[in-house]
């Protein structure tokens, strides 16, 4: 969620008790908005709560220029002091997934994560089990960075591609209708396309490049794995994701304000495709 709608829209995506407290959100907002002045963001925006054991991390993210590739995430362990979340390395990805313990809140902490030598993550096989050493800090950046690209979200026509290829935010965006709201495919993924350029064109009858050029979330697998709510009134739009527990999408009808946070422990939820029903 941007910075101006820290301490409105925060009551709205607390899960399970775990929400961001007044005191936070007004700490928020001022180092937010230090953070914009001192890079010199176009926007700044706040990403969300990771719940650790012993300290929780609080992670944002800004732009100068392109609003999908130029974004720069930054974490924070009280809310004041931001560090720069260093880029994931190809271990941190390999490893992520298999570390299962909660995040502690040190970034220096290194956890010793055991791989087998017939997990087919790997994609090559081993001789004999190996003990790996992930850095906290490297996990987070693998973590946030994993979670944003299968949830992050924007509706369709909030993000516009300039003919030069930079992705701006839309001005001319006035929010989407309740009848479109209902539907999986008005809400796309905040990342860069997995698919080719012409096939999410394809998929619809009033197609516009300018702003049809993400990923749909209707050809997530498996069916299912996203809900959508209306909240009484049809103003506002929630969607939530079945696969991490604590991420949620909010949008205020008919108006362009939208954004999205995460509000976990780091978990996912692999047993999703077994509690989902086959005949919706």
Same mark, same amino acid.
């Given at each position: 969620? &941007?910075?101006?709608?820290?301490? /409105?829209?925060?009551?709205h995506v607390g899960h399970f008790g775990h929400v961001v407290s007044t005191e936070e959100q007004v700490v928020l907002h001022n180092s937010l908005l230090i953070l914009q002045n001192e890079n010199h963001f176009r926007n700044v925006f706040f990403? =969300?709560?990771?719940? =650790?054991?012993e300290r929780d991390y609080f992670v944002a993210y800004g732009y100068v220029k392109d609003a999908l590739h130029g974004r720069v995430y930054y974490y924070s362990? /009280?809310?004041?002091?931001? =560090?720069?979340? !260093?880029? *994931?390395?190809? &271990? #941190?990805?390999?490893?992520? *997934?298999l570390c299962t313990s909660r995040f502690q809140g040190d970034p220096a902490l290194i956890t010793d994560i055991l791989i087998d030598k017939d997990d087919p993550?790997? %994609?090559?096989?081993?001789?004999?089990a190996q003990i790996k050493k992930l850095k906290e800090e490297d996990r987070l950046a693998s973590f946030v960075t994993l979670l944003s690209d299968e949830t992050a979200i924007v509706p369709r026509g909030g993000l516009f591609q300039r003919p030069d290829g930079v992705v701006v935010e839309n001005l001319a965006f006035e929010g989407l209708n309740v009848i479109d709201s209902r539907e999986l495919a008005s809400f796309l993924h905040y990342r860069t396309p997995t698919?080719?350029?012409?096939?999410?064109?394809?998929?619809? /009858?009033?197609?516009?490049?300018?702003? /049809?050029f993400l990923d749909p979330l209707d050809i997530d697998i498996p069916e299912g794995c996203w809900t959508?709510?209306?909240?009484? #009134?049809?103003?506002?739009?929630?969607? +939530?994701?079945?696969?991490? !527990? =604590?991420?949620?999408f909010y949008h205020y009808?008919?108006? !362009?304000?939208? %954004?999205?946070?995460?509000? #976990?422990? %780091? +978990?996912?939820?692999? &047993?999703? *495709?077994?509690?989902i029903s086959p005949f919706i």
């Open positions: 969620m &941007d910075l101006n709608s820290i301490l /409105d829209c925060l009551q990403w =969300g709560k990771i719940l =650790g054991a362990r /009280d809310c004041v002091n931001w =560090g720069l979340l !260093p880029k *994931p390395s190809k &271990d #941190g990805f390999l490893l992520t *997934p993550s790997l %994609g090559v096989k081993l001789r004999k698919r080719k350029y012409n096939t999410n064109l394809l998929t619809k /009858d009033d197609y516009n490049y300018a702003i /049809d959508v709510h209306l909240t009484s #009134g049809n103003t506002i739009v929630l969607v +939530k994701s079945l696969y991490w !527990p =604590g991420f949620i009808l008919k108006t !362009p304000r939208h %954004g999205f946070v995460y509000i #976990g422990h %780091g +978990k996912r939820c692999l &047993d999703l *495709p077994f509690m």
